[in-house]
């Protein structure tokens, strides 16, 4: 699978993960990771929390721009 940011501009690169928002194959160049909270535990008592990698292409990442902090170039 080739990266979609990658052959809208004519070139081709090998994806190394998909987009958890739209889907897109991306490229390390193109790929975002964000973090996210998962929650675990049964309903009754106190939940756990443990964080989580979320690969993002660029167009997701800016749409979620209150996580970019947590986003690597």
Known sequence: MHC??????GTNSTTVGVC??????????????ATRSVRQGSLIG?????RARTVLCP???AAEAPTASALTP
């Open 4 to 9: 979609l940011d990658c052959r809208t501009t």
């Open 20 to 33: 958890q928002g739209c889907g897109a194959g991306v490229c390390e160049a193109h790929a975002r990771i």
């Open 59 to 61: 167009v997701c990442a």
């Open 46 to 50: 106190t939940p756990g929390e443990a």
